[in-house]
């Protein structure tokens, strides 16, 4: 549960550098705009602002205001502009501490701003960047370096072997050892029970700004790109490669070896079984081209 501090309208505004329209009032909270409270923070891209009480909403810079009570800051993304101020300014800083149940190798040199949770496992040769927060039950295997900023959830697994076998004449599976680690940048979250597996001889790799929703799968191999996104029970196969700024929706499933470009959309549920060049946005079985996807919904409706 995120707490907050108090700020008055003034200190937002010079934290955005931006100017407000209404009184200086003091924010001690959010809300959601169709459910705004007095003395709170919130968001809305409409149109037209008609709520009348005494809080401050962030606005479209085109928006008009049709009441008196309501305190403005015109910004041109809101949506992010509330993120930044609730997450970086508003939020109370959390003091860093490192649960007396977690087990750290004594190898592992740990910066002093970290927080580990109970019960987690911090294993020989990791190393954890300053300012990261790592949650309970959470395991980090050998090998594995973790950025500044980042926050791992509870239950998460980084790390572990990776499922890569030979096989005899016969077909008996041998398991080939998975030593090449994980690499994870700054500013990434690992979501609650995501498993992240070592590479097989070089490093699976998570980049910089990547955001990982609960029960993600990433096999080994696999290198995530800048501030893609990857939501809840998508799972990623050996060796896949997805370029920046991507979005991979709920249950998406990837195919091993597929590579994926830059800037984009698999939609939820896709199965990917080939490659997907930059700007694409896909879905369904086999991930077709969203256009051809719903192109062939209507004929098939137009066919009943």
Not at 85 to 97: G, M
Not at 153 to 162: E, L, M, N, R, V
Not at 226 to 238: F, R, V, W
Request: glycine share 8%.
């Amino acid at each position: 549960m995120v707490e907050y501090t108090s700020k008055t309208v003034k200190e937002i505004s010079y934290f955005l550098n931006l100017p407000f329209e209404g009184e200086n009032i003091s924010i001690n909270g959010v809300s959601p705009y169709n459910d705004l409270q007095p003395g709170t923070l919130s968001f809305t891209n409409a149109d037209v602002i008609d709520k009348d009480i005494c809080a401050l909403v962030l606005c479209k810079e085109t928006a008009v205001i049709e009441t008196n009570n309501i305190t403005v800051i015109r910004v041109p993304n809101p949506r992010y502009c509330f993120a930044k101020i609730s997450s970086e300014y508003l939020a109370k800083s959390l003091d860093y501490t490192i649960h007396q149940s977690s087990i750290i190798d004594p190898s592992v040199d740990l910066p002093k701003n970290i927080e580990i949770g109970a019960f987690s496992l911090i294993e020989s040769s990791v190393k954890i960047g300053s300012n990261t927060r790592i949650g309970s039950n959470v395991i980090i295997r050998k090998g594995t370096q973790i950025g500044n900023n980042s926050v791992i959830k509870s239950g998460a697994i980084i790390g572990d072997q990776g499922f890569g076998f030979g096989f005899s004449d016969d077909k008996t599976p041998q398991r080939i050892p998975h030593n090449g680690g994980v690499i994870v940048g700054d500013n990434v979250e690992v979501g609650s029970n995501n498993v992240i597996c070592s590479g097989t001889f070089n490093p699976t790799i998570i980049e910089d700004n990547v955001k990982l929703d609960d029960l993600v799968f990433i096999a080994h191999n696999c290198k995530i790109g800048n501030k893609t996104m990857i939501a809840a029970c998508a799972q990623l196969s050996g060796s896949v490669s997805i370029g920046s700024s991507c979005w991979i929706g709920p249950n998406c499933s990837i195919i091993n070896k597929a590579k994926i470009g830059n800037h984009v959309t698999v939609g939820i549920g896709s199965v990917v079984t080939k490659n997907i060049e930059d700007n694409f946005k896909v879905m369904g079985l086999n991930a077709l081209p969203l256009k051809e996807l719903v192109g062939f919904k209507k004929r098939m409706r137009s066919k009943n």
